[in-house]
């Protein structure tokens, strides 16, 4: 079976303070089975001041609009130097993960993306582990709640970047329900993105979809920049992915414009 025939179509949004139902209402136009809330960022960490997932009166707003408008919810975690989880001292790691989930479950998501953080130099690996005991310590609450958590693969000097640090991770973190964001991306410019796919296909869970020029995270729309496509839908057919393919672009483009990848567009 086609993997387009199997995934969720979804979409990433990024809402600064605005009236939040016509962002719902034109995903459920266009064709989405789901939404990632992910709050805006500048220079890749969280803007606290424009993070509407923090106050309880926009949650319940999103919650409500979710459920009339029919359509499922993901979480993507804050990110920056508050949410190292292999940097931070343990228990405030572990409290801020906890947070984290916290969101997700306030607004019905039932996926919730993260960064591990980043660690560098000779540390890398314990960081990897230390994370990975993180997230251990916040799975049965996320488990209980029927959070999936996954660990997105990002880029430079981040701590979860190659298939050896997804190695380090996975062999430390001795459960299946730990999963993958695989982030095509991330992984384009890694080099690494078919031996991502390949070498973790039972942790695939959740997948960031968007293209490059090899040399920055440029958030195009599949097809703008170098990324083999036919080759990785190959590898999600072969891998048996069923998980939402969810697009995170910085352009604009239709749902069927999209879908043109997985010859999947009757539009």
């Not at 079976?1 to 995934?7: A, G, K």
């Not at 031996?195 to 599949?222: C, M, T, W, Y």
Request: overall charge negative; glycine content about 8%.
């Amino acid at each position: 079976m086609c993997i387009s025939n199997r995934v969720i179509w979804s979409k990433q949004i990024k809402p600064l303070p605005q009236p939040l139902e016509p962002l719902f209402e034109s995903a459920v136009a266009e064709g989405y089975g789901m939404v990632e809330w992910r709050s805006p960022t500048k220079s890749g960490t969280t803007v606290p001041e424009t993070d509407l997932i923090s106050r309880s009166d926009a949650t319940a707003e999103i919650r409500r609009l979710s459920e009339s408008c029919q359509i499922d919810m993901a979480y993507h975690a804050p990110q920056g130097d508050l949410w190292d989880f292999g940097v931070l001292p343990p228990q405030t790691a572990v409290d801020r993960l906890h947070e984290c989930v916290n969101r997700a479950v306030s607004v019905g998501a039932t996926y919730m993306t993260f960064h591990l953080g980043i660690t560098v130099g000779d540390g890398r690996e314990d960081g990897i582990r230390q994370g990975g005991d993180v997230v251990m310590s916040v799975l049965p609450e996320s488990e209980k709640a029927g959070v999936c958590l996954c660990v997105e693969n990002v880029f430079d000097n981040c701590s979860v970047a190659t298939v050896d640090d997804c190695d380090v991770l996975f062999q430390h973190i001795d459960t299946s329900l730990v999963k993958l964001t695989l982030d095509t991306g991330h992984g384009n410019l890694c080099g690494c993105l078919h031996e991502l796919v390949g070498s973790f296909s039972d942790r695939l869970a959740f997948a960031h979809i968007h293209d490059n020029n090899g040399l920055k995270d440029q958030h195009f729309v599949p097809g703008r920049g170098i990324i083999d496509w036919e080759r990785l839908i190959e590898d999600l057919d072969r891998a048996n992915y069923s998980g939402p393919l969810n697009f995170e672009l910085r352009e604009e483009a239709t749902l069927c414009e999209l879908k043109k990848h997985w010859h999947n567009c009757n539009g």
